[in-house]
């Protein structure tokens, strides 16, 4: 290796460890941003809108699951920190249609105490829900202890729903620099991001989407290349702890439910003869297909459940981990203040392990999920092989 090769990979390696500690930093911040919410006096009004919901007294103490849930699901504002028990947040837009639509933005709710007014009607924040009450706000429980209230049209700009607006925003900025880029420079070598994106769109081209679907697959390797490149950014873009970026997006079930439908849809609308041949007739004996049929029409819908939940569980699963550990601190140290400090180390190891580990699975997952996507398409548009070619 060239010496000045050895001073860059040195930058290189430093510039690598510089990002790992800040975004180990960040992710500690963001962590104790939520244990202060989660154990903050029940008594005193939070600025964040899952306190309501969540809140526990100085007895009860710390409460991990309360952390974690409050971290991974949806909001109707986005939680910045802690001051001195209040919680700085963004409100974000609420749209309601009931009777004609209805916008205002979330701070109206105060976080669940407040009961907003509009257009003659009133509404009320409730576990993350908004529900139609009367001017008083009160909410009526039925037996079950469940809200029994009328749930409007609920069209709102939450935390995930801004998340996937700024991150599609950010692929199309991406996207749309590097393809001037080649207008420009044309067949010169590459640079900046363009140098870092050309060897990862031709890996994914020559190595998992053309092997996979098959000499068709110019056809679908825009659409694959998206989904792609959206489940990876965004993937990403969890893992940065801080506004406009930390929302758990993929993590969301809804998000990889609409990508699943997606592969859905184009894999049987693409599917040929033969596809269609092999689910309703079967190459078996007809005494068979009774059995046969069933089950390959449950497996045309598994498929995309399975991409589903896989890339659901597993991005989910991580910022579980991730603050389970960090929880240790806390938890250790409500029983015996040594024994806090004691846990931190180990603590802030593993969730350091882990958030690296995560921007492996970011990739992964995206990988994962776009070859899965590719070989059940390219089953779906494979040639039939004759008999007569393997006489």
């Known amino acids: 290796m060239m010496p000045e090769n050895k001073g860059l990979y040195k930058i290189q390696r430093i510039q690598f460890l510089f990002l790992l500690i800040i975004f180990t930093l960040f992710s500690i911040q963001n962590a104790q941003a939520n244990v202060q919410e989660s154990g903050s006096d029940s008594t005193s009004v939070s600025k964040n809108e899952h306190s309501e919901e969540h809140a526990t007294t100085h007895e009860e103490g710390f409460n991990p699951g309360t952390m974690i849930l409050d971290h991974v699901k949806d909001a109707h504002d986005w939680h910045i920190m802690d001051i001195n ?13 009931d009777n004609g639509l209805n916008i205002f933005s979330s701070s109206k709710f105060e976080h669940g105490h407040a009961t907003v007014e509009s ?201 579980i981990i991730i603050l389970g550990f960090f929880s240790l601190i806390f938890i250790f140290g409500a029983k015996n203040i040594y024994a806090g400090y004691g846990s931190a180390a180990f603590s802030v190891a593993f969730t350091l392990f882990m958030s690296v580990l995560e921007l492996l699975v970011a990739f992964l997952q995206a990988y994962v999920f776009t070859l899965l996507a590719s070989l059940y398409i390219g089953s779906a548009t494979e040639e039939h092989h004759h008999a007569e070619e393997h006489h």
């Open 85 to 97: 028990g209040h919680a700085i947040s963004v409100p974000l837009p609420v749209i309601i249609y």
């Open 119 to 319: 257009n003659g009607n009133f509404y009320k924040l409730h576990n993350g829900k908004v529900y139609k009450t009367e001017a008083n706000g009160e909410l009526q429980m039925n037996e079950k202890g469940e809200v029994s209230n009328v749930k409007p049209l609920d069209f709102s700009i939450t935390k995930n729903v801004f998340a996937l607006l700024f991150g599609s925003i950010l692929i199309l900025i991406i996207f749309l620099s590097v393809a001037n880029a080649y207008k420009k420079r044309g067949s010169s070598a590459p640079k900046g991001l363009q140098s870092f994106l050309e060897p990862l769109i031709l890996f994914m081209r020559d190595e998992v989407i053309k092997p996979s679907v098959g000499k068709h697959y110019a056809k679908f390797l825009p659409l694959l290349l998206t989904i792609f490149f959206f489940i990876f950014i965004n993937n990403l873009m969890g893992l940065i702890p801080i506004f406009p970026f930390g929302a758990n997006l993929t993590g969301n079930i809804a998000v990889t439910m609409v990508l699943a439908v997606i592969v859905f849809f184009v894999v049987n609308f693409s599917g040929n003869k033969h596809y269609w041949k092999h689910i309703f007739m079967p190459d078996v004996p007809v005494g068979l297909w009774i059995l046969l049929i069933p089950i390959e029409i449950l497996g045309v819908v598994l498929k995309p459940f399975v991409l589903m939940l896989r890339l659901f569980a597993n991005i989910t699963a991580g910022h």
